[in-house]
């Protein structure tokens, strides 16, 4: 049964395997860093860390605070969903609210639409905000099929910074 956790560094194991099945690929909602340092129990306890801080920490450097949780099932951690409190002018533009990743070896299984929708869920039980934006990129079908089926509403497309098309959706949290 998939569960949405706090990061933790008990995962450490799980999270090895799953960063050696993303072979160096970008992992979305994970909070990854390129300094930061996932491959030692050390380095891992620190990336936690600092994933914990970060749901109160200021904005810094475009950085908003961010609250993480991983994608479960018992002890393994399966993916990673992240939900950006507020967005800047360069996260309306192009980042959105909410970013996941679902290790390659889980997907085709619906874990990302079901973390999308529990977080949906969390969100309408807050009452703010009132929706939130989903960005993929164009050519992701897998991911917009997960937000439109979770009730994302296409916005438009458009041309990113490294010239890829990318799609913006908004979910009405109270709908979903």
Same mark, same amino acid.
């Given at each position: 049964? #998939?569960?949405?956790?706090?990061?933790?560094?008990?995962?450490?194991?799980?999270?090895?395997?799953?960063?050696?099945?993303? *072979?160096?690929?970008?992992? *979305?909602?994970?909070? #990854?860093?390129? $300094? *930061? $340092?996932?491959?030692?129990?050390?380095?891992?306890?620190?990336?936690?860390?600092?994933?914990? !801080?970060?749901?109160?920490?200021?904005? %810094?450097?475009?950085?908003? +605070?961010?609250?993480?949780?991983?994608?479960?099932?018992?002890? =393994?951690?399966?993916?990673?969903?992240?939900?950006?409190?507020?967005?800047?002018?360069?996260?309306?533009?192009?980042?959105?609210?909410? &970013?996941?990743?679902?290790?390659?070896? /889980? !997907?085709? =299984?619906?874990?990302?639409?079901? %973390?999308?929708?529990?977080?949906?869920? !969390? #969100?309408?039980?807050?009452?703010?905000? $009132?929706?939130?934006?989903?960005?993929? /990129? /164009?050519?992701?079908?897998?991911?917009?099929?997960?937000?439109?089926?979770?009730?994302?509403?296409?916005? /438009?497309?458009?041309?990113?910074?490294? &010239?890829? +098309?990318?799609?913006?959706?908004?979910? *009405?949290?109270? =709908?979903?």
């Amino acid at each position: 049964m #998939l569960e949405l956790v706090v990061p933790d560094a008990s995962f450490y194991p799980s999270f090895a395997e799953s960063h050696r099945e993303w *072979d160096g690929a970008h992992q *979305d909602g994970a909070g #990854l860093l390129p $300094d *930061d $340092d996932v491959t030692s129990p050390e380095g891992f306890a620190d990336w936690v860390r600092r994933l914990s !801080r970060a749901e109160r920490a200021a904005e %810094a450097g475009g950085i908003v +605070p961010c609250t993480y949780r991983w994608i479960a099932e018992g002890s =393994r951690y399966v993916g990673a969903i992240a939900f950006r409190h507020y967005l800047t002018p360069a996260l309306l533009n192009s980042g959105g609210h909410i &970013g996941y990743g679902v290790r390659p070896s /889980d !997907r085709g =299984r619906g874990a990302a639409s079901w %973390a999308l929708q529990e977080v949906c869920a !969390r #969100l309408a039980a807050q009452e703010e905000p $009132d929706r939130v934006l989903l960005t993929c /990129d /164009d050519a992701n079908a897998a991911s917009a099929r997960t937000i439109e089926r979770c009730g994302g509403l296409l916005e /438009d497309v458009r041309v990113g910074g490294n &010239g890829r +098309p990318f799609r913006r959706y908004w979910i *009405d949290v109270a =709908r979903s």
